[in-house]
């Protein structure tokens, strides 16, 4: 596989520290210490699939190609307002596809967990050309009315076209049933026959074991992608981290010995956007002209579940 387009699409409003203090007991200073945040985007009078089939028709122009040439849709989705249909078939309505779609939900590391999926469809030669899309709206989830979960997130959108190629040098994808550190609980309608009682509430998470989890499995993680293709991490050009906290990102560098400037980061302008974070992190710096040729990346994404995905990508962009 190889990546031919990029695009992303972020909420019009921009909601700052100084905007959160006003109704929450808390400061900049704290928001920014822990975790890095200093504003982010949050849907209002948008809708997720307004900027899901924004970044899409980005994507899709960044790659020279028609929505009628897309062979499938994979979208990457914690949670929207419809349970059903699926997101992706929304999208593709937006678009314009015909093409079959599916969503995935493996939360955070959605992105490296679509991009596996699309290498072996590639293989298989199944399809030829593949749209992800990650679509993320967590403001919706969390409780605005406690400082240390709301103040993480935004929300965003990002797409990737994927096509036939030899861009993929290792993938390691790992889940390993961990529930508490992170949930969210959603209530279904009213069923007289049910007997259980059922929870719902905001998203819960325990920051200090989740640090611990992302950067344990991080580290372990892109050191095993390294070994798998005998390069170093002084090989790779960047390293695409998702963008949960600038600690967790922090922690990963260091423990690797690598410079500042190959830990991209823009988790102080859009916080933590799900699966969205790392899409959107390469659109910028593919638009920016920050990517050449050759360079090699390394995407290392985890999520609730707890899921981690982690591959090396041989950036080859697209011909324009």
């Known amino acids: 596989m190889k990546i031919i387009g990029t695009g992303s699409a972020l909420p019009s409003l ?85 093409c079959p779609c599916l969503d995935i939900n493996v939360a955070c590391a959605g992105f490296v967990y679509a991009l596996d999926i699309s290498e072996a469809f590639l293989k298989i030669g199944k399809v030829k050309n593949i749209l992800i ?68 509430g905001p998203l819960v998470m325990n920051g200090k074991e989740i640090y611990k989890m992302a950067v344990s499995a991080s580290t372990t993680e892109i050191s095993k992608v390294l070994n798998d293709t005998g390069l170093s991490a002084d090989d790779i050009s960047y390293f695409i981290c998702h963008q949960a906290n600038l600690r967790i990102i922090e922690a990963i560098r260091q423990h690797l010995n690598q410079p500042e400037s190959k830990f991209p980061h823009n988790i102080e302008k859009y916080g933590n956007t799900a699966s969205a974070t790392i899409p959107i992190l390469l659109d910028e710096l593919h638009k920016s002209k920050k990517l050449k040729p050759g360079d090699l990346l390394v995407f290392s994404a985890f999520g609730a579940g707890f899921t981690t995905g982690t591959c090396i990508i041989r950036w080859s962009g697209n011909n324009n």
């Not at 049933?177 to 259980?196: C, G, V, W």
Request: overall charge negative; aromatic content about 6%.
């Open 133 to 200: 899309i990650c679509a993320e709206e967590p403001s919706r989830i969390v409780d605005w009315t406690q400082r240390e979960i709301s103040i993480l997130f935004g929300d965003g959108a990002a797409a990737a076209v994927i096509t036939k190629g030899d861009d993929l040098k290792a993938m390691h994808l790992s889940t390993t049933s961990t529930i508490d550190a992170l949930y969210y609980h959603r209530k279904m309608e009213y069923n007289p026959f049910n007997t259980k009682n059922e929870n719902t």
């Open 14 to 98: 921009v909601v700052t520290n100084d905007m959160i203090v006003d109704i929450l007991d808390t400061s900049d200073e704290w928001i920014t210490t822990r975790t890095g945040v200093k504003e982010r985007r949050i849907l209002t009078e948008e809708t997720l699939t307004d900027i899901a089939v924004e970044a899409a028709k980005k994507a899709l122009e960044d790659a020279n190609m028609a929505s009628t040439d897309l062979d499938y849709i994979i979208c990457s989705n914690l949670v929207n307002s419809y349970a059903t249909p699926s997101l992706s078939s929304i999208i593709q309505g937006g678009i314009g596809a015909s």
